[in-house]
């Protein structure tokens, strides 16, 4: 099986990071059996994962996105 290669470019990333804050602002919510309001696991667990391979192409913060004219 041949795997593809995949290029993510600077301004994906910026809209992957825009939608990762955007969801963690409040969307997904679970109330706990004390009252507290928090994000749900699985939720959780996408939005750590999503900031893992952003951080991994050091795009997460921002300070690394430079438009790409290589395609």
Do not use: C, W
């Amino acid at each position: 099986m041949q795997t593809a290669g995949y290029t993510i470019t600077p301004r994906d990333a910026e809209v992957i990071r825009d939608l990762i804050a955007f969801l963690g602002e409040d969307v997904f919510d679970q109330r706990q059996k004390n009252g507290v309001i928090t994000k749900s696991d699985a939720f959780q667990r996408r939005i750590s994962n999503a900031r893992s391979v952003l951080k991994e192409i050091g795009a997460y913060d921002g300070s690394n996105l430079e438009e790409n004219h290589h395609g």
